[in-house]
Structures are given as C-alpha cells and as structure tokens.
C-alpha cells in the first residue's frame, strides 16, 4: 500500500517537472549552434566577472535631515603658520553670543621656519594636486570618506634637514571648542586681552614694519578630527605683498556623520570663499591685518552611510544574466537560421528553369522531358 501511494506520489511530482528531459536521439546538433553557445558562454563569463566586481564594490548613501543638536560643542581643528615670530601674534575666536575662547585654551604657538624643506614642498606641492582635482571630480570625495583611517595621514612630514637657520615663522597648532554659533576665528598682531565690549589686542608695542601675515594652512578642518580626510584649506599658502594685509575666509559648515565599514564619526564638511584686501584708512579700505576666518553652520545635517549591494540582489541579477544571455542567443540563432534557410532555399528554386512543353495530336501537352530519344537516318 505504501509503495502504490509512492508510486502515485512521484508520477503526480513529475506532471508538474517544468524542464522535461528530450532523449539525445532526438537532439540534433549544429556547427552554427555550436558557435552561438560558445558566444554565449563567454559573454555570460565576462558578464558574470564585471557583476561580481560590482557586488564587492560600496557607494556613498547621502540622506539629509535638521541638524537638532544645538547644545554640544563645536570643535575647531587649527595647524598653521604665520611669518611672523610667535610673540608678535595672537589667536583667539569671537562668537556671536559674545564669547570669547583665548589661544591658551588648547592652542600651541611653536617657532617655525616658514620655508619648507624639499621633501615638505613636495608634500604640499602633491596636496594642492588633489584639492585640484577635487574640485573637479567631485566623486573622488566618495573615494576619501572610504578610505579614511586607512590612507596616509595628511599632516605636515618633519623636516628631514638639520636647518640652522634660526626661527623667523610661527606654527600655531591645536584645537578649540567653541559654541555652535557663527564666529570669527582670527590670528592678529598682539595678544588678546578680554575687554568689556568684546576683546582687544596689544598691537601697540610691535613695530609696525615687522607686519608679516603670509600663512600656510598645513590642517584646518572642524568635529571630530579623522585622519585621511582631506579639507578644502589644507595646504593653502597665501604671500602678504604689504604689510598691512588683509586674509579674509568666508566659511559654512554642513555638520556631517560619517558611516562606513572602517569607521563611524561626527565629522564636518565646509565650503569656503577667500578675499584678501590691502588695509589703507585713506583710500576707505578699514580693517585691521590679519587672518580672519568667519565661520557659519547651516542648519541641515548631512548622514554619509557606505552601502554594500545585497547578496539576494547580486544572485537575481546574475540569474538574469544567465537566462537572458541563453533566451536572446537562442532567438537570435532561431532568426539566423530561419534567413538562411529562406535565401539557400530561393537559390536553389533558381537554379531550376521550365521546360518547354510537347504537343499532342488531340490538342494535349506533355510536359515530361522523354527518356528516350530515336535517331533515324
């Protein structure tokens, strides 16, 4: 009993086999087909490659929402170098909410050499490079935020010769943290002091000749500092032509969570607009020499999440590939074919001509060609 109801069970299972079994007698084979099949592995082979270098490669997810974080702290990452000696400048920033934050909360003035060495030059030279090119290719940023914590690290290199020349250059290093407010971060003549209408600094002992605000940006960047980003200043040099010289930066922050395999941070993307200008009270150009880096913080958030393509969609593409690539050869095989045999056919109907037809007595015609023909001399 159990058998018959098996044997029902499997004959009841094959009714429904979508892919019937042909017996070889009935195949017939082709050197044509054989060819499109050949066609066709190969494509499939190469397509199957190019898909699966597709499903290990990762994008960029860009998603936008209100920044609702109004009470931490804004971090400012600083590394930069005035011609000018250490005790002649002074950094600090003003809020809008009248806030001062002085230099010596978490800044390091240290003399420097503003020239650089050959091997520091080159740095910069290859760091300028690629801010010009992003400027131009803006999906290399997508590459940058990938390879973060696993690229070289963008800071200055030492300097590899013992130079003897002694200090004309002050590098100012560090971080701040500030209010989330627009603010002025700025370096100057003179120390700042606090003052009850703002603050102020003490330019009034530096000799006026000794004004020198050429500046290289080696790092200025804002949030949690992570190494292998590269931020629109760095590397900047800008040459004062004066001494009473004024270096204006015009920047707004997007407030940025970065999500990718390596890492996950609160960083900052900024854009920046530049103007420098010659402070002459005469010809109504007022102002004071200086560096002055005005910044604002836009009030959207942006979320950069790196995504992977799923494994279920990677295998229901590859089965469309497969399945595609078999049912359009063998359409097109059909079609070939189909054409061919049309031509060779109408080839052959023409090598055929009509043959004459014979009369008969009675009136009828033959049109059969005789065997046979009698010769009578």
């Keep these: ?3 018959l109801n098996r044997r029902k069970t499997l004959s009841l299972v094959k009714e429904f086999d979508a892919f019937p079994k042909v017996p070889e007698s009935y195949v017939e084979t082709s050197a044509s087909g054989g060819t499109v099949s050949l066609i066709a592995f190969t494509t499939m082979a190469l397509l199957t490659i190019m898909e699966f270098s597709v499903y290990q ?3 960029m997810k860009y998603e936008y929402e209100v920044d609702k974080d109004f009470s931490s702290k804004l971090r400012i990452n600083i590394d930069i170098t005035v011609a000018m000696k250490c005790q002649y400048v002074g950094a600090d920033v003003l809020d809008l909410a009248e806030t001062m934050v002085a230099s010596a909360d978490g800044l390091v003035y240290e003399p420097a050499i503003f020239d650089l060495s050959p091997q520091q030059r080159e740095w910069q030279r290859m760091l300028q490079l690629i801010q010009s090119r992003l400027q131009e290719e803006h999906s290399l940023q997508d590459v940058i935020f990938k ?3 696993k690229s070289a690290s963008t800071a200055l290199p030492p300097r590899e010769d013992d130079s003897s020349q002694p200090p004309d250059a002050c590098r100012i290093r560090g971080h701040l943290y500030v209010n989330k407010v627009a603010g002025n971060f700025h370096i100057t003549v003179g120390k700042a002091i606090p003052h009850p209408r703002g603050h102020a600094h003490l330019a009034a002992l530096v000799n006026h000749d000794s004004y020198n605000f050429s500046h290289r940006i080696d790092h200025l960047s804002f949030g949690e ?5 590269i931020n629109p200043l760095d590397g900047t040099e800008k040459i004062a032509l004066d001494h009473n010289q004024m270096f204006q930066y015009f920047i707004t922050i997007v ?3 970065l999500h990718t395999y390596k890492i996950s941070a609160d960083t900052h993307q900024f854009a920046v607009t530049e103007r420098e200008r010659v402070i002459n009270h005469a010809a109504g150009s007022h102002g004071v020499s200086g560096i002055f880096m005005k910044y604002d913080l ?3 958030m942006v979320t950069v999440t790196e995504e992977h393509m799923p494994f279920w969609q990677f295998f229901v593409r590859l089965c469309g590939i497969v399945g595609g690539i078999f049912s359009t050869t063998g359409m097109l095989h059909g079609i070939g074919k189909f054409i061919v045999e049309i031509i060779y056919c109408r080839f052959r109907l023409g090598a055929y001509k009509p043959v004459s037809s014979v009369p008969f007595e009675d009136g009828h015609t033959d ?4 065997l046979l023909e009698n010769n009578t001399h």
């Design 367 to 370: 049109n059969h060609v005789p």
């Design 255 to 257: 407030p940025t969570k």
């Design 57 to 59: 490669d990762t994008w």
């Design 298 to 300: 836009s009030s959207l």
């Design 1 to 3: 009993m159990r058998r």
């Design 147 to 149: 390879s973060a914590f």
């Design 225 to 229: 500092l992570v190494p292998g980003i």
